[in-house]
């Protein structure tokens, strides 16, 4: 097994093996420290490891398995991005952070439990998750970075805890057909106004508010009247979201003049 490892840092493998067993020595696993490594499929990590550098295993295309150190704290960029044949994995207990495209494209993935602890969850970490189909967001989540679920084309369920101050649409990236679920004790008036248009225009399939409130049918008209009285209130996310855009334009909310305004406004 060809393991480069110096000062307790494992900066490179090269080998050829289907089984990685990392040594206890090894405290922090390098930057692409497994980059590409075509033919393995299982890594086993030691909970000495504290430290997992930024695409340490980025498409490693033929990774199945990785036991990930019970010590990781932070799951950093694009450390996984890339596993295209990575079904499930278990995260460890302790950690606090999913950073930018963590998960990335790893199409299999189909079942993952975020631990209870987790307070950020980066900016992509789950796009182009094909065979996600449910995730639960844990209650202990404040903040879920833009395109969080772009192209998780079977998502059917998304749960979101009441520590999430407010929904934003971003996290969704293009148009899905998702069931997004709000725990008990979030309020209606914390649900963006740029949700009510996705949702309306038919991108979102149901937004479930606490108490038996929900966002369904009969959204549509006080979310037009809404946006007809005050259409500026939606103006930053309709410049953020090409789907708010088009529906504010379907909808005869604002010309299509004013949508290049909206994009391009004077002075930038």
Same mark, same amino acid.
């Given at each position: 097994?060809?393991? !480069?490892?110096?000062?307790?840092?494992?900066k490179?493998?090269?080998?050829?093996?289907? /089984?990685?067993i990392?040594p *206890?020595?090894?405290?922090?696993i390098?930057f692409?420290?497994?980059?590409?490594?075509?033919g393995?499929?299982?890594?086993?990590m030691? *909970?000495?490891?504290?430290?997992?550098?930024?695409?340490?295993?980025s498409?490693?295309?033929?990774?199945?398995?990785?036991? =990930?150190?019970?010590?990781i704290?932070?799951?950093? *960029?694009?450390v996984?991005?890339?596993?295209s044949?990575?079904?499930?994995?278990?995260?460890?207990?302790?950690?606090?952070?999913?950073?930018?495209?963590?998960?990335a494209?790893?199409s299999?993935? /189909?079942c =993952?439990?975020?631990? /209870?602890? !987790?307070?950020f969850i980066?900016?992509?970490? #789950?796009?182009?998750?094909?065979?996600?189909? *449910?995730?639960?967001?844990?209650?202990?989540?404040?903040?879920?970075?833009?395109?969080c679920?772009?192209?998780?084309?079977?998502l059917k369920?998304?749960l979101?805890?009441s520590? =999430?101050?407010?929904?934003?649409p971003?996290?969704?990236?293009?148009?899905?057909?998702?069931?997004i =679920?709000i &725990?008990?004790?979030?309020t209606?008036?914390?649900?963006?106004?740029a949700?009510r248009v996705? #949702?309306?225009?038919g991108?979102?399939?149901?937004?479930?508010?606490?108490?038996?409130?929900?966002?369904? &049918?009969s959204?549509?008209?006080?979310?037009?009247?809404?946006?007809?009285?005050?259409?500026?209130?939606?103006?930053?996310?309709?410049?953020?979201?090409?789907d708010?855009?088009? !529906?504010?334009i379907?909808?005869?909310?604002?010309?299509?003049?004013?949508?290049?305004?909206?994009?391009?406004? !004077?002075?930038?």
């Open positions: 097994m060809s393991l !480069v490892i110096k000062d307790g840092v494992l490179k493998y090269d080998g050829g093996e289907e /089984n990685v990392i *206890d020595e090894v405290k922090k390098g692409k420290a497994f980059y590409e490594s075509k393995l499929k299982r890594i086993e030691p *909970d000495t490891v504290e430290e997992i550098g930024k695409n340490a295993f498409e490693c295309w033929d990774l199945e398995d990785v036991r =990930i150190s019970n010590g704290e932070v799951l950093d *960029d694009y996984l991005y890339g596993c044949s990575l079904t499930s994995i278990t995260l460890p207990c302790k950690l606090k952070k999913i950073g930018k495209s963590t998960f494209c790893c299999k993935l /189909n =993952i439990e975020i631990p /209870n602890g !987790v307070t980066g900016q992509s970490a #789950f796009s182009d998750c094909y065979s996600l189909t *449910d995730i639960c967001i844990p209650d202990s989540v404040t903040e879920i970075g833009k395109d679920f772009y192209q998780c084309f079977n369920r998304l979101l805890p520590s =999430i101050s407010e929904f934003d971003k996290i969704l990236g293009a148009k899905s057909k998702i069931e =679920i &725990a008990t004790g979030i209606p008036d914390k649900v963006k106004p949700w996705k #949702f309306v225009a991108y979102l399939k149901s937004l479930s508010l606490p108490d038996g409130c929900r966002m369904d &049918a959204w549509e008209k006080p979310t037009m009247d809404m946006l007809k009285k005050n259409p500026e209130k939606i103006y930053p996310a309709a410049a953020a979201d090409q708010v855009l088009n !529906v504010m379907e909808r005869n909310i604002i010309t299509e003049s004013e949508a290049e305004q909206i994009l391009h406004p !004077v002075g930038r």
